[in-house]
């Protein structure tokens, strides 16, 4: 079981990457190229890209409240995915979620994102978003189911570089939680 938890839900414990998680964030979901088609990021090459985003990760939380967290079966123990906060100031913040492919249909990231709501108000955020690929129907229902609405599609706005150099139309939802 993972220490330090941060936060929980009835099937998820929360916490901080370390750098002894990046093998396991690396061989779960960061370098599958069928989980990162649709993130903001590359698909990851080697461990050293995982390693990377623990320490920036790290300075995420260094600075702010709250920031990236892996999600890990409550039953197991096992690594399922990662969801976070990106604090953009100490009341305005951003969320996403990412899980390994032998977890997807299951709940699990509207379970997440449902986590990650509770925290943000628990930590005065007064508006939460999230942007996702306006193709990308699976995880705008994720935001629907837990209460965003789409504000509208921002033409252009964001590179999938797993997708395409070319900039991409997203939808931009939100949250407000006060
Ligand atoms: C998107 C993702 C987070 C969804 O996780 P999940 O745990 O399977 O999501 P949930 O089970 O909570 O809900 C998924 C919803 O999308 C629907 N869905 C799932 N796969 C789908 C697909 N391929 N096409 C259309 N809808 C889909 C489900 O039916 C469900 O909606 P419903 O309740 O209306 O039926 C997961 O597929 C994933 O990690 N993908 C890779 C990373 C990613 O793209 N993250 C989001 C970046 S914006």
């Given at each position: 079981m993972p220490s330090e938890v941060f936060c929980e839900t009835a099937r998820l414990l929360f916490r901080a990457p370390v750098p002894a998680d990046a093998r396991a964030i690396f061989e779960r979901y960061a370098a599958d190229p069928e989980v990162t088609?649709?993130?903001?990021?590359?698909?990851?090459?080697?461990?050293a890209d995982t390693e990377a985003f623990v320490a920036f990760s790290e300075a995420e939380w260094r600075r702010w409240p709250a920031g990236p967290l892996l999600a890990f079966s409550r039953?197991?123990?096992?690594?399922l995915g990662s969801a976070g906060l990106v604090m953009e100031s100490l009341d305005r913040s951003a969320t996403g979620y990412v899980f390994a492919r032998d977890a997807w249909g299951q709940g699990y990231a509207t379970e997440a994102l449902g986590a990650m709501v509770d925290l943000a108000a628990e930590l005065n955020v007064v508006r939460l978003s999230a942007m996702c690929h306006t193709d990308h129907r699976a995880s705008y229902r994720v935001m629907e189911k837990c209460g965003?609405?789409?504000?509208?599609v921002l033409p252009?706005?964001?590179?999938?570089p797993n997708l395409s150099p070319e900039p991409q139309d997203v939808f931009s939802y939100a949250r407000s939680l006060v």
């Open positions: 088609r649709y993130m903001s990021w590359p698909c990851h090459a080697s461990v039953e197991t123990g096992q690594l965003f609405t789409r504000e509208g252009r706005h964001l590179v999938f």
